[in-house]
């Protein structure tokens, strides 16, 4: 919420309309639609009558043409044991009225790392191609936004740790290349990682007494 406290807006002289206008400027990431702001005013007298004919004006924060193909990913858990599987969900959104089709999506993976299956809550069951730990996957469709709500496709799977990986912190690459109609492509949640690490282990004696 941002707030401006003790704003002067003069009285009108000689029949003129006097405003002070607000100019702001806004960065918007990590988010599958469009947001509407709302505007209130008060004063000592109390709150400030909106203009005759308009109720609750919002401002759309995102272009209404032409909207970006979210790629969101997400990894469950962030920690694993070597020899121990974790979930990729990787979610594509399409704010546009129109559906938009992927003509490919590729995941590669860390050394030491192997796709195991897609998990029945996929919303794509075919199973990747693999090359080199990467996964591609081809000709994916996302369905078109319905009312304010983005359409969206999601890719769940299930990746194993090899008991050979090193103990460390790793990182995924995700990659659309090419979508019809031509759209561009945000990328959030690149940077998420999983720890590769053994849980510590307490020993506590057991004494029975007889």
Same mark, same amino acid.
């Given at each position: ?53 308009? %109720? ?29 599987? !974790? ?61 304010? %709500? ?6 769940? !799977? ?33 940077? %998420? ?18």
């Amino acid at each position: 919420m941002l707030t401006w406290e003790n704003l002067t807006v003069e009285r009108p002289r000689s029949g003129q309309q006097i405003q002070l206008d607000l100019g702001i400027r806004l960065q918007v990431g990590g988010v599958l639609g469009r947001l509407p702001t709302n505007v209130e005013v008060n004063t000592p007298d109390g709150l400030v009558p909106l203009k005759e004919g308009e %109720v609750d004006p919002n401002v759309s924060v995102c272009d209404d043409t032409v909207q970006n193909l979210t790629v969101l990913k997400e990894i469950n858990p962030r920690r694993a044991q070597p020899g121990e599987e !974790f979930v990729y969900l990787i979610t594509l959104g399409n704010d546009n009225a129109g559906a938009v089709n992927v003509t490919s999506l590729r995941e590669q993976l860390p050394a030491n790392f192997t796709f195991v299956e897609m998990m029945p809550e996929s919303g794509i069951s075919q199973a990747p191609t693999i090359s080199d730990g990467r996964l591609e996957w081809r000709r994916i469709p996302v369905p078109r936004k319905e009312g304010d %709500v983005p359409g969206r496709t999601e890719l769940r !799977f299930r990746v194993r740790v090899e008991r050979s990986a090193q103990l460390a912190t790793y990182s995924s690459n995700t990659t659309v290349t090419g979508t019809t109609p031509t759209v561009p492509v945000e990328y959030i949640g690149q940077d %998420v990682q999983i720890r590769v690490a053994y849980e510590n282990e307490i020993y506590l004696p057991l004494i029975v007494r007889r």
